[in-house]
């Protein structure tokens, strides 16, 4: 059986939701993404001393919809937290965030968003430039990552995936 995933989106984000569907089914083949609806982030999420979202209270106050093992949720204002002046994305307990505050197309988007993916199914970061789970600091690593996991990282995926499968 297929893993469910499920997308939240701020409207903006709608024709970005269904793109970014396709890349997580591509990538992560034991998935079903499926989109779960627009969601607007709560205007009690801002954190105006640093001027934007903090990332532990979006996913903390994310809530996993009925029959759904997991849950992203593509957002367009900027995120950070006390240790990182800002992020693209971030994943725990089985939800993540992504945001294109600081990400110019849909494309790179979707690149961090099957990178928190890889962490949720239970990947680590790679070395490996071209590879989604590198850690990227700016847009240009972004870029230069190809649209896909290294062979390291696709055998773990499976891996973690068949693991998953008990514990679901
Ligand atoms: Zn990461
Ligand atoms: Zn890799």
Known sequence: MKTKFGIYYISGLSPAASVIAHHIMANFPLLEAHLAGPL?????????????YDI???LENLVIP????????LINGDIGDS???YLFGAAGYKKAVVSNAR???????????????????????CCRH???????WTEKEVRNKLFGLCEKCR??????????KNVL
């Open 83 to 85: 240790w990182h002046p």
């Open 56 to 58: 532990h209270f979006l």
């Open 40 to 52: 607007e982030v709560p205007l009690t999420a801002w954190d105006s001393y640093r001027g934007q």
């Open 103 to 125: 990400l110019g197309t849909i494309e790179e988007l979707a690149k961090e968003a099957c990178h928190e993916i890889g962490h949720l199914v239970g990947l680590k970061h």
């Open 155 to 164: 055998q773990s995926m499976i891996k973690e995936h068949d693991a998953l």
């Open 130 to 136: 071209d590879c989604l789970m590198h850690t990227s």
């Open 66 to 73: 009925d029959d759904y093992d997991f849950i992203i949720w």
